[in-house]
């Protein structure tokens, strides 16, 4: 389901259920800088959480995305963060469109 989301880019027919969206989370996450194993960022943008349970809430998604003062620019060391960001401004785009905002040409 997540590599069919990615490469279509378009809103799945089906929605998915909570353990689907829980493993894509993972997998964005997982690729960010600040969830390396053994690593320890100390970039301003770079998410240190020390509590399991915050960690749990927001999925390990702490990571900063943009560069420079541009929120759409893709972060090298969120890799996952910035994937996720883009996809969401897609998907959000189609969404709209599917609304009936046919007019609509960027999120």
């Not at 089906?14 to 964005?28: A, K, M, S, T, Y």
């Not at 399991?52 to 003062?69: N, P, W």
């Not at 060391?77 to 189609?94: E, R």
């Amino acid at each position: 389901l997540v590599t069919t989301l990615l490469s279509q880019r378009r809103l799945p027919i089906e929605g998915w259920d909570d353990d689907q969206i829980e493993l894509l989370l993972r997998d964005l996450a997982a690729m960010d800088s600040n969830n390396f194993v053994d690593n320890v960022g100390v970039g301003e943008r770079e998410g240190r959480v020390y509590s399991r349970l915050v960690r749990d809430r927001y999925k390990a998604m702490m990571h900063g995305v943009g560069r420079s003062g541009d929120l759409t620019a893709e972060q090298p060391k969120a890799a996952g963060s910035s994937l996720m960001a883009k996809l969401t401004n897609i998907l959000a785009l189609q969404a709209l469109k599917l609304g009936g905002l046919s007019t609509a040409s960027n999120c």
